[in-house]
């Protein structure tokens, strides 16, 4: 699937549909920069186990969005993870966080945003909570709503645009 962010900014945002336009506070890690689908929410905080739960299971085009509370302590996934995620057929993910194995992700065929790098790897207590409201870099994410994501920024949307 073709897009552009500009292009549905112009096209949707004066069209009565509520976009909502990411901070741009994300980097790009994953092979695929430009991806787009149904969201996933996902909120854990320097813990990985739930996380690991979410991406065993087969989807179609969904994109998990990941409330890390924006912790620069530890990563939440590295390439094992994002690698299942692939296999499973997840489009794309989205950390408020930080991700470590970025040269082996850069290799894989999946959009991933993050706010940085870092070497250490989480716990892996089993906290969190899906499918729940999460709110970071200025977007309220919703379970079911739709992430579009490329080179210029990330675009969210109640409806489908595309």
């Known amino acids: 699937m073709s897009f552009r962010t500009p292009d549905l900014c112009d096209q949707f945002a004066d069209n009565n549909r509520h976009l909502q336009i990411a901070d741009p506070v994300f980097k790009s890690f994953g092979g695929v920069h430009s991806f787009c689908g149904r969201i996933a929410t996902l909120k854990t905080f320097e813990d990985n186990a739930l996380l690991r739960q979410v991406l065993e299971e087969k989807v179609e085009d969904k994109v998990l969005v990941i409330d890390g509370g924006g912790s620069h302590r530890c990563a939440l996934f590295g390439g094992n993870l994002t690698k299942l995620a692939c296999d499973n057929g997840w489009k794309g993910i989205i950390v408020y966080g930080c991700i470590r194995d970025s040269l082996e992700i ?17 716990h892996k207590r089993g906290g969190g909570d899906k499918d729940c409201l999460i709110t970071f870099a200025g977007v309220n994410f919703r379970t079911g709503s739709y992430l579009y994501a490329d080179e210029d ?10």
């Open 106 to 122: 850069a290799q894989l065929p999946i959009g991933v945003r993050a706010l940085h790098t870092h070497p250490m790897k989480s």
């Open 153 to 162: 920024g990330i675009v969210v949307a109640e409806d489908k645009l595309i």
